[in-house]
């Protein structure tokens, strides 16, 4: 899936984004992303465009020196689209549009996501689906990315519930800590 080169991570990148390294700006990100920053350490695998190489995909002028998988996810099938309830594709329209993704691309997130779901019954699905869908693209895919998925599913108040516990947890570990000072 990767192969670790200069504490960076090479692969697809698709469609979560390559992360940051520690330290790194917005404009450091940039320009290792697009290789200008010459330390050898653009985080993809194959040959990106500008527009691909930064998550702005909507604005690939996709030449021919572009292999982002943005330009050839499949839609998925139209009964597999069938499937989805409203809130589903609107979640999928939603999640394309905050990764400037293809449509297909937020489309086959979300079918993916539910046919792994129909597989066994999720209660935190942000880390129950990292797995079934880096299978899917081949590629590693990060905490936010799997918690706007969750979203775009309709999880929210799962998530709220999980959001709490993790809260209650640093609260007991800041006590353990002899703090004594309420972080809520």
């Known amino acids: ?38 330390t050898g350490r653009v985080p993809y695998d194959h040959q990106r465009n500008r527009q691909c190489s930064i998550g702005y995909h909507s604005e690939c002028s996709c030449g021919p020196a572009c292999e982002c998988p943005c330009h050839t996810d499949p839609w998925p099938t139209e009964a597999q689209i069938a499937t989805l309830t409203e809130e589903q594709r609107a979640g999928a329209v939603t999640l394309a549009g905050l990764y400037d993704l293809p449509e297909a691309s937020g489309f086959r997130v979300i079918v993916a ?40 599913l309709g999880f929210r108040e799962a998530w709220k519930a999980e959001q709490e516990r993790l809260k209650a947890l640093v609260q007991d570990l800041h006590n353990s800590a002899g703090v004594g000072e309420d972080l809520g």
């Open 113 to 152: 996501a539910v046919e792994a779901m129909r597989e066994w019954p999720m209660t935190r699905p942000w880390v129950e689906l990292k797995e079934p869908l880096e299978r899917v693209y081949q590629s590693e895919l990060d905490a936010g990315f799997l918690a706007d998925v969750s979203f775009a």
């Open 1 to 38: 899936m990767t192969e670790q080169t200069r504490d960076v991570k090479r692969g697809r990148w698709y469609p979560a984004p390559p992360p940051g390294l520690p330290g790194e700006t917005g404009d450091t990100y940039t320009n290792r992303l697009l290789g200008s920053d010459k």
